[in-house]
């Protein structure tokens, strides 16, 4: 989390760590310049837990896109069954030299794909009012030839997988019709529709 900067505006008054584990959970008390030239001071609770890649790879030859589907604990207490159709993501590793190879490496882990001709749609916050996480956005390319395993995730992270492997039409009928629920997959359809729109149908 990035602190105000000298002269800045913004000043922290105080902040409590409330939690302390894969995520960081804090208390935090701000003051900034409100609208009409007054302060305003108000209370915040703040989770980091860093941020992190979406990307979701093409085959241009065969027209085919590949997500991921998996049991998220908060769609769960929305939707009684849980489960979520979305592009492959993951958080920023300090190994990692670079945003390209998380997303490289989040594939492989993932989708079991090594991803080429990475290009950067962006970046989006995923819900800033309360966290931290931007999102850094990738389209790529696959193919057949790029198999590198079942994917599936890391088990001893938890991680419980499905690799979904659809047609781009497939993802933009997902999309207009409501079925995808996912930010960023949402973003990443609409940028590739924007973009190859030679892909669909």
């Not at 950067?120 to 931290?132: D, F, L, M, Q």
């Not at 030839?145 to 979904?164: F, P, T, Y």
């Not at 997902?174 to 669909?200: C, N, W, Y």
Request: glycine share 8%.
């Amino acid at each position: 989390m990035e602190e105000p900067k000298d002269g800045d505006a913004v000043r922290i008054e105080d902040r409590e760590v409330v939690y302390q584990g894969f995520v960081t959970f804090e208390r935090m008390t701000v003051t900034h310049p409100a609208r009409d030239g007054t302060e305003l001071t108000v209370v915040r609770e703040v989770h980091d837990h860093g941020s992190g890649v979406g990307v979701l790879p093409v085959d241009p030859r065969r027209r085919t896109v590949l997500l991921v589907r998996q049991f998220r604990v908060p769609v769960y207490l929305d939707d009684a069954d849980g489960h979520l159709v979305e592009v492959c993501a993951g958080l920023s590793d300090d190994e990692d030299p670079d945003l390209e190879t998380t997303a490289r490496r989040e594939a492989a882990e993932e989708l079991g794909y090594e991803v080429t001709y990475l290009s950067k749609v962006g970046h989006a916050y995923s819900s800033p009012g309360i966290i931290t996480e931007k999102m850094t956005l990738f389209l790529a390319e696959y193919g057949e030839d790029s198999r590198l395993h079942e994917g599936g995730g890391i088990a001893h992270e938890g991680e419980d997988i499905e690799v979904l492997e659809w047609t781009c039409d497939q993802l933009r009928s997902a999309v207009v019709s409501g079925r995808i629920r996912d930010a960023k997959t949402i973003i990443l359809a609409q940028a590739l529709m924007l973009h190859r729109p030679e892909l669909f149908g």
